[in-house]
């Protein structure tokens, strides 16, 4: 499975960005979709997951100001991200877990500032 993130860039403050993920093959037997953020110096963190199920996990962190959807048609995962805060900088990564593998995007970064 191969993912391509995109959408990141530079927003002030409580601003909004979408990222998107699109994926290699049908995401529809993908167990889980997600997204994970790393800020520099810091380790890579979960930011949230759904399931093929479409049920939705979140970091505290972010409740209630992210929100993650499937697409199935489009074979691509978003992150609608609103109230941005400058602790989001960071660069957010896509993943899937499927056949027990973990698959990784490529990153993309999101800057918020102040």
């Known amino acids: 499975v191969q993912l391509q993130a995109s959408g990141g860039g530079l927003v002030q403050a409580g601003g909004s960005l979408r990222l998107s993920c699109a994926a290699s093959?049908?995401?529809?037997?993908?167990?889980?979709l997600g997204w994970y953020r790393q800020a520099p110096g810091k380790q890579r963190d979960s930011v949230t997951r759904?399931?093929?199920?479409?049920?939705?996990v979140y970091a505290d962190s972010v409740k209630g100001r992210f929100t993650i959807s499937r697409d199935n048609a489009k074979n691509t995962v978003y992150l609608q991200m609103n109230s941005l805060k400058p602790e989001d900088t960071a660069v957010y990564y896509c993943?899937?877990?499927?056949?027990?593998?973990?698959?990784w995007g490529q990153g993309t970064q999101v800057t918020v500032s102040s």
């Open positions: 759904i399931t093929s199920a479409g049920s939705t």
């Open positions: 093959r049908s995401i529809l037997s993908i167990n889980i």
């Open positions: 993943h899937a877990f499927y056949g027990l593998t973990n698959y």
